[in-house]
């Protein structure tokens, strides 16, 4: 696990898992993105098909060196999707 993202609106954390052996080729691993609202106290998790686009469109981001309200607006795309409630224990 890893935090790739923080700001005032939204958290972005990379999840690196190794993949279940009993189904998986040897050694694949998986992992995904939670993207957590902040003010929406609302988060998703990203893993697949969805990930892949997600990493893809923070690198082609990342290239044109943004601004954080560049990086938020790319991301409150996909929180506009977040059904969990963030919970505090």
């Known amino acids: 696990m890893q935090m790739l993202y923080n700001s005032d609106h ?3 954390v990379e999840f690196d898992l190794a993949a279940d ?3 998986a080729a040897g050694g694949e691993r998986r992992g995904g ?3 957590v609202d902040k003010f929406a106290r609302r988060g998703i998790f990203l893993d ?3 990930a892949e686009g997600f990493k893809r469109g923070v690198n ?3 290239e044109r060196g943004p601004s954080e ?3 938020d607006d790319f991301i409150s795309g996909y929180t ?3 059904q ?3 919970v505090l224990h």
Do not use: F
Request: no cysteine; aromatic share 8%.
């Open 10 to 12: 939204y958290v972005v």
């Open 21 to 23: 052996t009993s189904g």
């Open 33 to 35: 993105y939670e993207i």
């Open 48 to 50: 697949g098909a969805a």
């Open 60 to 62: 082609e981001l990342v």
């Open 69 to 71: 309200e560049e990086v």
């Open 80 to 82: 506009l999707l977040a």
């Open 84 to 86: 969990q409630p963030v």
